[in-house]
């Protein structure tokens, strides 16, 4: 893979590290922010235990935001770490290709980059009903609550790894071409 692809994999892996890095393991950053001390994350939220799939916390939620179909959109969250450790695979495996592997690894770091995109493109919408839908309906509750960085920093990784897709396709049959041209065959 061409260097800009290997630095925009290594971007967005960054990037997801700390969008995983968010209450109640880090302060780092938040999907929803609730009144100012109660942030909500990946596994729980401000206070909560660590788990994957979680219920909103009774001094905010009702029965509104408790059922089954937000509990269930909880679990997808865990998609975002996933995403992070398929690019952070691709990232070393694109430093490998460039060192010493050749167009195979790029080949093989551009799939998983890919599936990585795909996943995390998933990951965004389902976050973003979920703490779209959580976010007005405390609102509409007179609740202040705001959309946490961490989706953002989230949609930033999900273009950078789209960037980083396209050129590591794009170094992969470059790679092919150049190889072939270089043995003297005709296409």
């Known amino acids: 893979m061409a260097v800009p ?4 994999t290594l971007v967005a892996f960054i990037l997801l590290v700390i969008a995983s890095a968010t209450p109640p393991t880090s302060n780092v950053s938040s999907f929803l922010d609730v009144g100012g001390d109660l942030h909500f994350g990946v596994f729980g939220y401000t206070g909560s235990p660590k788990t994957v799939g979680w ?3 009774a001094a905010v939620a009702d029965d509104y935001l ?8 909880t679990h997808a969250l865990v ?10 695979a691709a990232f070393l495996i694109n430093l490998l290709g460039a060192t010493c592997a050749g167009w195979v690894a790029t080949a093989f770091a551009s ?5 990585a ?7 965004f919408i389902l976050e973003m009903v979920l703490f779209g839908l959580a976010r007005s309906h405390l ?7 705001t959309l946490g960085n961490a989706n953002w920093i989230v949609l930033s990784a999900g273009l950078i790894l789209g960037f980083s897709v396209t050129l590591g396709w794009l170094a992969t049959c470059c790679q092919g071409v150049r190889r ?8």
């Not at 072939?180 to 296409?187: K, P, T, V």
């Open 5 to 8: 692809g290997l630095v925009f």
């Open 55 to 57: 219920h909103f916390p």
């Open 66 to 73: 408790n059922q089954d179909v937000f509990h269930d959109l």
């Open 79 to 88: 998609l975002v770490p996933v995403c992070a450790s398929l690019a952070g």
């Open 111 to 115: 799939i998983l980059s890919t599936i």
């Open 117 to 123: 995109f795909a996943i995390l493109e998933i990951a």
């Open 139 to 145: 609102r509409e509750r007179g609740v202040d609550a």
């Open 180 to 187: 072939e041209i270089n043995r003297g065959d005709r296409w």
